[in-house]
């Protein structure tokens, strides 16, 4: 089974991602940050990541970099609702 790992500050995308994938026959892990993201994908060395871009903390390309220096295989999709409009 694929592993996804979802991350995302608020609750309800994580809990609404992980319902759509895991109905998709995926194995889905979420974090609330990018230092849970981190500990997860080192635990679970997950096949996927869709990372949120902002967070607090350390923010999802701080949390990109960890990951991809833990493990150049895992595949991360950078994802952000920021529409970019003033
Ligand atoms: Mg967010």
Redesign the pocket.
């Given at each position: 089974m694929h592993k996804l790992l979802v991350v995302?500050?608020?609750t309800d995308?994580c809990d609404f991602v992980k319902t759509f994938f895991k109905d998709r026959g995926f194995h889905v892990f979420t974090a609330l940050n990018g230092e849970e993201a981190l500990a997860i994908a080192k635990k679970e060395r997950p096949d996927l990541v869709l990372l949120?871009i902002?967070?607090k903390g350390m923010d999802g390309l701080a949390a990109l970099r960890h990951i991809k220096e833990l493990d150049r295989s895992i595949k991360i999709i950078m994802v952000t609702?920021d529409s970019g409009l003033p």
């Open positions: 995302d500050d608020e995308i949120d902002k967070m609702a």
